[in-house]
């Protein structure tokens, strides 16, 4: 498995504000970077209350790299008031993104219980498209993260990497790319390929990492930490890094099981998994 | 979503012993037969302490006709001897599938967490293709089930039908087919296209039915009803028969919420809701 080298530093790490959920914002900067970590995705709910682009600065300040904004999406919905309801939302997104400094926003794209995906694949694409001229004007991308199938019902319709490559080349914009994130990618047998191509279509833009437990026990929210799982982590790396990523490997972890930890034990046991699994 | 016309009757309703899983298999028998059911699949767990042949023949005497085994498989393991060990076990569901009269075995083909899937998904071709004599003596069929990505860990590195097409023209016997069902491929936007092509291969040996319910809070046995989720099951069931197929449509549900409940009421609500949405 271990088909590249293992990471000299941790100049390429990122973590996830949402793996370390019981922090505030403030707190999550302050640790990351005493921890050596470089990077930092913030997801909006730690931005509420603050002045956004003030809390850009207090990021770089500690020597972060905004590394993504999490997240927009979910655009399908049965109603188009709905749907124009979850576009306002987009908008608001990306200008968050242009405030903090985040060079784009990961699409969790949505998923409607009985509306058929196939309707709801076009109303994602349609409501991307919408977006477009303000992502251009913000300087900022849209990621669509291809979702594991077994959010197929009400998270995303966009659930292999082919699908999320097939909208890039639908789309035809440099604004759109990706965001894999091994935890919804990592059974599928056309993965290798679909990282080729998409580097080939320059539209990776984020790779996230963590672990796929056996037994699993929460749908949601038992994530593991790299390492103690099944998930091929470096063969995985070695695929992106083939494919041109150079970018941060984004710890992003939901567990109920870790965010009930010591934070500052469980940001230690993260760096240590970075070190030897990523 | 409404593609085909809804059954005419119950003619091809079949029903899982694991459905009703409280039941012994001889009360599944007689309450099936009472409720208007045509067909029964057997786990192997209801056959312990029978004798295989005699029960066979008692479902035959409630009219139910045996429509497979369930289940064989778990090739892959990390040493020859857990693997000879597995393929034993599948020779004794062979046998047992001949004396019960089962035209077929369904296989949960298997996965080890930390063993590359690549190398499980040739320890499942390499198992099933040193069964095909046995199976060409006894008259009896494997049927492959690919198996929804979250069970990609443990249970299946076989997790999308395409993969089981290929692994059909790969084996090129008459002895390997595939058993679809709905929980695991509802996602899938080849699901249409790989059912066509494993009609053109002549390899749909079994149709299986439940519901995605929203939310799942258990990934093994919180399978809904049909009508309780998101699946669109007419709109399958008319991609299964546009490809010929012609046999049952089998409800197989794991659920501790059904399994707590009263069977008999919980039969009544199968046969109705495989009236109303299959």
């Given amino acids: 498995m271990n088909s590249v080298a293992p990471l000299p530093d941790l100049s390429r790490l990122c973590v996830h504000t949402i793996t370390t959920k019981p922090w ?22 730690t931005l509420a209350g603050r002045d956004i682009a003030k809390t850009g600065q ?7 790299a905004v590394v993504s904004l999490c ?42 219980p009985g509306q058929s995906l196939v309707e709801s694949r076009k109303q994602i694409v349609d409501g991307i498209a919408a977006l477009l001229p303000q992502c ?26 082919a699908q999320a490559n097939d909208m890039v080349e639908a789309l035809r914009s440099p604004q759109v790319g990706v965001a894999a994130d091994v935890y919804h990618l990592w059974w599928d047998p056309a993965l290798e390929s679909e990282i080729a191509r998409c580097g080939r279509l320059n ?17 949601l929210n038992d994530r593991g930490l790299m390492g103690e799982g099944c998930i091929p982590l470096r063969q995985i790396r070695a695929w992106v890094e083939a494919a041109g990523f150079r970018g941060f490997n984004e710890v992003e972890i939901f567990s109920h099981r870790f965010w009930a930890m010591d934070q500052d034990a469980f940001l230690g046991q993260i760096v240590s998994a970075y070190r030897q699994h990523v």
Same sequence: chains 1, 2.
């Fill in 203 to 219: 539209a990776l833009l984020a790779f996230h990492v963590c672990d796929w437990r056996t037994p699993t026990i929460d749908l």
């Fill in 58 to 64: 207090l990021l770089r300040d500690h020597g972060l």
């Fill in 71 to 112: 997240r927009g999406g979910f655009f399908p919905a049965t109603s188009a008031e709905q749907r124009a309801k979850a576009l306002d939302d987009n908008r608001r997104a990306i200008d968050e993104a242009h405030a903090l400094g985040a060079p784009h926003v990961v699409l969790v794209c949505g998923a409607v």
């Fill in 24 to 45: 505030p914002i403030e707190t999550s900067a302050a640790k990351f970077a005493a921890a050596g970590v470089k990077g930092i995705t913030v997801w909006r709910d």
């Fill in 136 to 161: 251009a004007a913000a300087g900022v991308k849209l990621a669509i993260e291809p979702l594991h199938p077994m959010y197929a019902d009400n998270r995303s319709a966009v659930n292999t990497l």
